[in-house]
């Protein structure tokens, strides 16, 4: 079911209690400091999920290793262990000081999951490791594997057809029902994918000729879900993956934390109270960022501020947190249509688990016009050679947006050094599957608008 929109008041009302809802209805750019984040450790033991929580993805992952190298070859390199690099992009640095007209004296990164293996979005995290899951309680249910198998087993006649007498169904714009339609297929699972009329043609192809069966939505995303979410109910046998709540899907996110923090310690990087890390994370339902940063703020506490961007016609966690209203609002009730080319990040409704969390971890959330999207595509591959899909763009601005006079969305707390001395991470979320022609038209929209960033 959709959740009911529960306004409390009139929209007048909330202009008066909440004047950014103002620059949201004029869907022009906004950044909302949340002020009243309290320390990590005062609020550890009231999170719904633990450390040790994601340790236990950290294992199951482990588990599967073996067997994704074995279906996917092209994990070998990292032995079966589905992680993307980290990168400097002096380049797209000094362009950004340009553009902003200010010195960007800061260690600036880009994270690669646009490049991670298998479905080439963020979305390998949490969707890879949900579909694994519910695989491993199959099997080990059935007796066909125990924990101290070769979990390659799994890609045996056996496993694959205990498999396909099971069904998994999920809705999405797109790069989520790739990342469980691909790997599903692989396992030899039925999969269903409610694709929103957001999603891009050549994902539904890609799924079909794996075999997965695909149902198109007229709607935006939150039909899409709820639908699947309806028809799964009446099955046996299907495990529903449900993008809006699922604390499987987050904690696959999650690993991303300590990964992370490996990655950093390769490079030399520190991360303490004087050098702070600060994390930009493109933001759809939630999940994908909320799930990252629960696993930053494991490892890093108060040294990481966690950021996420939403496009300004899909802000929908901003809506959420800054109302305090969470699932009971939707960015379609203040008039604002979820019509974007971030097809990512779509999402009219956010996640009431994932925006209960963030309350007491995130730093704020900042919103970026289609336009802006674009410029910063064709700003990556003028001066990296990196080709982003729209939504994966959103984070890139958040280190100029942060600090700016107009924005101010620096948290209080913090010594402007702070910021200077700080490695900035943005979240690169998707790309790699892109068609070469769509990524040209991507490139051609971005250089057209180039002028006026
Ligand atoms: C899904 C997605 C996100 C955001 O993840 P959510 O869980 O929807 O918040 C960001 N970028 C891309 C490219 C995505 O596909």
């Not at 079911?1 to 004047?19: A, D, F, N, R």
């Not at 929580?53 to 482990?62: G, H, P, S, V, Y």
């Not at 999940?287 to 629960?294: K, N, Q, S």
């Amino acid at each position: 079911m959709i959740p009911e929109t529960v306004l409390t008041k009139p929209i007048e009302g909330w202009y008066q209690s909440h004047p950014l809802l103002k620059r949201f209805t004029a869907t022009e750019e906004l950044c909302w400091c949340n002020n009243d984040l309290p320390g990590f450790e005062e609020i550890q033991h009231t999170l719904p999920l633990s450390a040790s929580d994601i340790a236990e993805a950290t294992q199951r992952l482990k588990r599967f290793a073996p067997y994704i190298q074995h279906v996917f070859p092209e994990t070998s390199v990292n032995k079966g262990i589905i992680e993307s690099e980290l990168i400097r992009i002096p380049n797209a640095q000094r362009a950004l000081e340009k553009i902003t007209g200010r010195s960007l004296p800061v260690t600036l990164l880009l994270k690669r999951d646009d490049l991670l293996p298998i479905s080439g979005s963020v979305k390998a995290r949490g969707g890879i490791y949900e579909v694994l899951k519910h695989a491993e309680t199959i099997a080990l249910q059935s007796g066909l594997l125990s924990e101290k198998s070769n979990y390659s087993d799994l890609a045996s006649k056996a496993c694959r057809l205990l498999f396909s007498k099971h069904q998994i169904m999920v809705g999405s714009t797109g790069n989520l029902g790739l990342s469980i339609g691909i790997m599903g297929a692989q396992l030899g699972f039925r999969v269903t994918v409610h694709m929103s009329s957001d999603a891009r043609q050549w994902k539904k192809d890609l799924l079909r000729q794996k075999g997965v069966t695909i149902v198109e939505h007229r709607d935006d995303y939150g039909a899409a879900v709820a639908n699947g979410r309806r028809e799964a109910k009446e099955l046996s046998r299907c495990h529903f993956i449900d993008d809006e709540n699922s604390t499987d899907l987050f904690l696959g996110y999650s690993v991303a934390g300590h990964r992370l923090q490996q990655q950093l310690s390769e490079e030399k990087i520190k991360v303490n109270g004087h050098h702070p890390l600060f994390v930009y994370l493109p933001c759809g339902v939630g999940g994908g960022p909320g799930g990252i940063a629960f696993g930053l703020k494991q490892v890093f506490g108060d040294n990481v501020h966690c950021y996420f961007a939403e496009p300004t016609q899909s802000a929908c966690m901003f809506l959420g947190m800054y109302t305090g209203l969470h699932d009971n609002i939707s960015v379609q009730d203040f008039g604002v249509e979820n019509k974007t080319c971030a097809d990512g990040l779509a999402v009219g409704r956010p996640s009431a688990f994932v925006g209960q969390v963030m309350t007491s971890l995130l730093d704020g959330i900042f919103t970026v016009s289609d336009e802006n999207m674009y410029r910063y595509l064709a700003l990556l591959k003028d001066t990296e050679d990196i080709e982003l899909e729209p939504s994966a763009t959103a984070g890139f601005p958040g280190i100029a947006r942060v600090t700016s006079a107009t924005d101010n969305c620096f948290s209080p707390q913090l010594p402007e050094t702070a910021f200077n001395n700080g490695t900035h991470i943005v979240w690169a979320t998707g790309g790699n599957m892109v068609p070469q022609r769509e990524r040209a038209e991507y490139y051609h929209k971005g250089k057209k608008l180039e002028n006026n960033l």
